[in-house]
């Protein structure tokens, strides 16, 4: 058999070889191309970007916020400190199962309800890769045990951080205020580069009104992490600046004796330098404890704090409105005299009513245009000096008729009366001054002569705060000077011991003239401490300098019942009156004034007067004087007597007997609340029943 055999074709085989080969080179050629291309987007078109991915992969920015500065009376005593704390913070971008996570990390640290609330309500207002607070303030138990199952749950960690701490808890609650967690409201008024990192932020008092102030500014820090987010090691740190210290002008010692003078009873003081408008007391009781509302109050505590009777959560001082009754009358008198419309030597015989002119005549309960004094029978023939100290209606009704309603209001809005005094505090009420203006904007009657006259007693459609009458009898104090409230005095950097005084300014010329209008008010309010209203009280006994002051008593009634029933006993009108004093001291160079309301007393010199002096005591004891001799405090639900031939006067219709007295009359209606209105028509100071 014959086998044939292939012949090879070496140049067909060659140029096969060749085309594979040329074809293959290609595709390497390719391929390295797009390498390359690949490796000039990576490395040089998009070099920065791929860097900063990569870069974040490994370091991981953290913001440090700021210290808070912290708050100091005037002699350095802390008020507001920080406190170094830990608490539990949730990376949600690195959870897979929120709801799963929560309910195995709250086996390990106890969750409450309240907890769980506000993560859920920040977490809707977070970004996803920002740490939210889980649980405030851990104890060192549950860091310990969070710390053994660290590993269970990535994206949780255990943050240090610095907490609001209030030493001297409810005594300053309403002058520092408190801070709170940061909510949604506050994420959109607040600039986030400036409160990165920052989980509180001022809610009221002094922490709100100097938030700016108090803040300071964060810094960052550059963390190396592994693949698991854990930190290995800092690479980089921006240290925060942190805020300005503030120097309150409130004096501790002032503070505590005016807290503790209150004996518990509701009610306000506010003590001032008149030589500069520094407020050295403020205090507004009951009051609360600030610290249950740094790291979020839980249900229990903010519905006893809510649903108390006696509103401790109200500031008292600044937002409390009364009728100021015969505290006005001083600053109605220098009118008078500023007016024109009376001399100090003028008279007027008091025989125990005031009618308007055109109606004589009045029946028992001195309705029909009449209107009583305090004493039966009247005081006599009193000049102005006479009638400051002894209070007298008569003389008062009829100045304030005299000076007309429009001269009135304008005069005492000089006062601010029925505005803001300008104190470094925010959310001032205003009050009401009465005024055409005001009542036709609350009633579509006209004005009535009869409103007028209980004007000038402080009744009616009068309501004022505490802080505006301190402020009124410190700007009299002061020989008219007005100078705004001022409870910050100084601030200071945390790193510098030198204080910067704030400068406080007079906030406009003396309101008074000629000094010796200054001069007869004094009078008459020194004659009050000596032989007036605010005899019985003992005000100047033992104490090194002389007092001048006035007091004052709201009378108010319901609408089904007479507060001035002469049945009921003083225990009963001890819970039914606005019972305020007002003073200064030393009456030659005055250096402090104050103001103080009861909410529920029964005379102004015997149950307010005992505790202005306590205040008085206090800032003599301050300044290194003698310890003034002890003034008694009226027990609570009681009073002495403090005339005993003055008759308890009865409720009279404010306008005259020919006009209607409209069924939709408004009357103040005060912030504090209470049972009844404010009365309409009478005052008294130092009444006692028959």
Not at 6 to 19: A, N, V
Not at 159 to 164: A, G
Request: glycine share 10%; charged share 20%; net charge neutral.
């Amino acid at each position: 058999m014959k086998i044939r055999r292939s012949l090879k074709d070496p140049r067909g085989e060659s140029l096969l070889f060749r085309r594979r080969a040329l074809a293959g080179f290609v595709l390497i050629l390719l391929g390295l191309c797009l390498l390359v291309t690949r490796f000039v987007f990576l490395q040089v078109t998009h070099h920065d970007e791929f860097v900063t991915r990569s870069t974040n992969n490994r370091v991981k920015p953290r913001a440090i916020p700021p210290a808070r500065g912290l708050i100091y009376d005037r002699n350095g005593v802390l008020l507001a400190d920080n406190v170094p704390a830990f608490r539990l913070e949730v990376v949600p971008e690195q959870i897979t199962d929120m709801p799963a996570l929560l309910e195995q990390l709250g086996k390990v640290v106890p969750l409450g309800q309240d907890d769980l609330d506000a993560f859920r309500k920040q977490l809707k207002q977070s970004r996803r890769f920002d740490s939210v607070p889980l649980k405030m303030h851990l104890t060192e138990d549950e860091i310990d045990r969070f710390a053994v199952n660290r590993w269970r749950f990535p994206g949780v960690d255990v943050v240090p951080y610095l907490t609001r701490r209030y030493p001297l808890a409810g005594l300053f609650a309403h002058v520092v205020g408190y801070v709170g967690r940061i909510d949604a409201d506050d994420v959109e008024r607040l600039d986030p580069k400036r409160y990165q990192g920052t989980s509180h932020v001022g809610r009221s008092g002094i922490e709100r009104s100097y938030e700016d102030v108090l803040h300071g500014t964060p810094g960052y820090e550059l963390l190396e992490v592994n693949a698991d987010g854990r930190t290995q090691r800092v690479l980089e740190t921006h240290a925060p600046i942190p805020g300005r210290n503030l120097y309150l002008s409130i004096d501790v010692r002032l503070q505590k004796a005016a807290e503790a003078a209150f004996a518990g009873r509701p009610g306000a003081a506010v003590a001032i330098d008149p030589r500069n408008g520094q407020v050295l007391a403020m205090v507004s009781v009951p009051t609360f404890d600030p610290n249950l509302f740094v790291n979020g109050i839980n249900h229990a505590d903010y519905s006893a704090l809510t649903n108390d009777p006696d509103k401790p959560l109200v500031n008292r001082a600044l937002k409390g409105v009364y009728p100021p009754g015969s505290t006005v009358k001083p600053f109605l008198a220098l009118g008078g005299l500023e007016y024109g419309v009376r001399r100090p030597e003028d008279t007027v015989f008091s025989t125990g009513q005031f009618c308007l002119p055109g109606h004589g005549g009045s029946n028992s309960t001195g309705r029909g245009g009449c209107y009583r004094d305090d004493t039966r029978g009247g005081d006599g023939t009193v000049n102005m000096v006479r009638a400051i100290e002894k209070s007298t209606n008569t003389y008062f009704y009829k100045l304030a008729l005299d000076m007309g309603i429009d001269r009135l209001s304008e005069w005492m809005s000089r006062f601010s009366f029925g505005g803001k005094t300008g104190i470094d505090l925010l959310g001032e009420s205003e009050g009401i001054l009465p005024s055409r203006q005001w009542k036709a904007a609350h009633s579509k009657f006209g004005w009535f002569p009869g409103e007028t006259v209980i004007a000038g007693i402080g009744q009616g459609y009068w309501a004022v705060t505490p802080l505006q009458l301190g402020h009124a009898i410190a700007t009299f104090a002061g020989h008219g000077v007005p100078y705004a409230p001022r409870l910050v005095m100084a601030t200071t950097a945390v790193a510098d011991t030198q204080q910067r005084p704030l400068p406080n300014p007079p906030s406009g010329p003396s309101l008074i003239r000629r000094p010796a209008e200054w001069d007869v008010i004094n009078q008459g309010m020194r004659a009050v401490i000596v032989s007036g209203t605010g005899k019985l009280a003992k005000l100047n006994d033992g104490f090194p300098y002389l007092i001048a002051g006035k007091s004052g008593t709201a009378e108010r009634f319901s609408r089904t019942s007479s507060a001035y029933d002469t049945n009921k006993n003083l225990a009963y009108l001890a819970t039914r009156h606005r019972a305020w004093f007002m003073g200064y001291t030393p009456t030659d160079d005055p250096q402090i004034a104050a103001a103080v309301v009861l909410e529920a007393g029964a005379w102004g010199g015997t149950d307010a007067g005992p505790i202005m002096r306590k205040i008085f005591d206090a800032w003599v004891i301050a300044k290194g004087g003698p310890t003034p001799r002890d003034v008694p405090l009226p027990a609570p639900g009681s009073s002495s007597q403090e005339s005993p031939d003055q008759g308890l006067p009865n409720q009279r219709d404010q306008r005259a007997p020919t006009e209607s007295a409209p069924n939709d009359s408004t009357a103040p209606v005060e912030d504090v609340p209470v049972e009844d209105t404010p009365a309409q028509a009478s005052s008294s100071d130092g009444a006692t029943p028959p």
